[in-house]
């Protein structure tokens, strides 16, 4: 494997990953995540999607691209996308089995994992000139561990789909036990916005503090429940 020495920047991204929690409802990884993973593996366009067991695209969320090139989604797709990692360039007959090849990029690098029993996540990194190297198939699969964590949907009993994205992803730090101070940072928000979150996420939930609006977002706040029925919730 080559070496893999960061400079300061890809340091600062890859801390800031290794920080970041799942977005809570969702199977995908965050926009901030791509952009994150764009700095510590360089690419045109950058990804993710997910796909039901029909083989359909159902979300997704994609950061740049070739110009004029429409990236809409969702998307229907002739068959299933490709688990584990694969290096698009060094592997086209493969390539070629997944949705009919690179389609007039350069080069992929792209990682699937399963969400729940059909549905896939892959993120995908495209390049328009020039093909990616060892040193950034070596990056990806250190990113592999990080990446599944944050490709899988995460159990969200019982909350509002009131809450937008962003109050989820506010509620998420304050779980991992983060001060507003903090949180501002990693959202690159001020802190008196995250403040007006929170103050949207209580009342959304009907409750009136951290530590009881973390309890609904874990679930410790339901009743008891039969061991078949949280096996169900699990899965």
Do not use: K
């Given at each position: 494997?080559?070496?893999?020495?960061?400079?300061?920047?890809?340091?600062?991204?890859?801390?800031?990953?290794?920080?970041?929690?799942?977005?809570?409802?969702?199977?995908?990884?965050?926009?901030?995540?791509?952009?994150?993973?764009?700095?510590?593996?360089?690419a045109d366009?950058?990804?993710?999607?997910?796909?039901?067991?029909?083989?359909?695209v159902t979300d997704?969320?994609?950061?740049?691209?070739?110009?004029?090139?429409?990236?809409t989604l969702p998307q229907a797709t002739p068959g299933p996308h490709y688990l584990g990692i694969l290096h698009w360039g060094a592997h086209p007959v493969a390539a070629?089995?997944?949705?009919?090849g690179l389609r007039g990029r350069q080069d992929r690098l792209s990682i699937g994992f399963r969400n729940g029993a059909h549905g896939v996540?892959?993120?995908?990194?495209?390049?328009?000139?020039?093909p990616f190297d060892d040193r950034d198939v070596a990056m990806l699969q250190m990113l592999a561990p990080l990446l599944a964590r944050l490709s899988r949907e995460r159990l969200t009993p019982q909350l509002p789909t009131s809450l937008t994205t962003q109050e989820r992803r506010v509620l998420s730090h304050?779980?991992?036990?983060?001060?507003?101070?903090?949180?501002?940072?990693?959202?690159?928000?001020?802190p008196s916005t995250v403040r007006k979150h929170l103050e949207n996420t209580y009342r959304k939930l009907g409750v009136t503090n951290r530590v009881a609006?973390?309890?609904?977002?874990?679930?410790?706040?339901?009743?008891?429940?039969?061991?078949?029925?949280?096996?169900a919730r699990l899965n």
């Open positions: 494997m080559p070496r893999l020495d960061l400079n300061d920047r890809e340091q600062w991204a890859l801390r800031d990953l290794l920080a970041t929690e799942p977005c809570p409802g969702s199977p995908l990884p965050t926009r901030h995540v791509l952009e994150l993973l764009s700095v510590l593996i360089h366009e950058v990804g993710a999607i997910y796909q039901d067991g029909s083989y359909a997704g969320i994609s950061l740049g691209g070739m110009p004029g090139v429409d990236r070629q089995a997944c949705l009919g996540v892959q993120v995908a990194l495209d390049r328009w000139n020039g304050v779980a991992a036990g983060r001060s507003n101070a903090e949180i501002a940072e990693a959202l690159f928000v001020a609006a973390v309890a609904r977002l874990q679930g410790r706040d339901l009743p008891d429940i039969d061991l078949r029925e949280r096996l």
